[in-house]
């Protein structure tokens, strides 16, 4: 017989039960910060606002009892940066510190990526709306982002998809210039 196997299989047992819940509530908080950026973009940030207490609350209880297996709950994490960095964004124009979101550094630098295709969104709709002044706004934190990270490379077991991220910012502040140019001579030949 093995010695110890007991108490092995046990200590391996809970540690399958805890990265379970790790998995299951990052899942819920992944599903809750999806909601909330819906949310934003359909209704504006003043009517997440309880949302966000439930953001917060998932993420404390994710927080709880990841230990040890925050590899499973980085994509929450990131995805909970997202939504904090949206919502402060469209409230007050302004990029959030990774203090005022209260997350580590790599999830609030994949989350603030995420951020310059939600951003890509808003300026788009501000444009359909005629709302050039708030497309340019939203134009110039994005552009903001892409060049204060532009210089980072990092292997990618250090920050995962980062580089991938900053590729695609890349092509979506191509793709507001490009529409923001397309109205500024639609305007220009209508004088």
């Known amino acids: 017989m093995i010695p110890d196997f007991k108490k092995i299989e046990d200590k391996v047992s809970r540690l399958e039960h805890s990265r379970d819940l790790v998995m299951q509530q990052s899942k819920e908080l992944i599903r809750t910060a999806g909601k909330a950026i819906a949310m934003m973009h359909a209704s504006g940030p003043k009517r997440v606002k ?3 207490k439930e953001l917060k609350s998932r993420k404390s209880g994710l927080s709880s009892v990841e230990k ?3 590899y499973y709950s980085l994509q929450a994490h990131q995805e909970y940066s997202e ?10 124009k302004r ?4 203090g005022a979101i209260g997350e580590t550094e790599v999830a609030y630098l994949l989350g603030l ?14 444009i359909r709306k005629g709302k050039l002044d708030d497309a340019k706004a939203y134009y110039a934190i994005m552009s903001d982002i892409y060049d204060s990270t532009l210089h980072m490379r990092f292997a990618n ?3 995962p998809d980062f580089r991938r991220k900053q590729d695609v910012a890349r092509i979506q502040l191509e793709s507001v210039m490009n529409e923001m140019l397309h109205i500024s001579q ?3 030949g209508k004088l």
């Open 50 to 52: 309880g949302m966000l």
């Open 68 to 70: 040890g297996f925050e």
């Open 83 to 92: 939504a904090l960095i949206l919502y402060n964004i469209l409230s007050s």
């Open 95 to 98: 990029i959030p510190s990774m």
């Open 113 to 126: 990526m995420d951020v310059v295709g939600e951003l890509k969104r808003e300026s788009i709709e501000s």
């Open 157 to 159: 077991s250090i920050l």
């Open 186 to 188: 639609g305007q220009h």
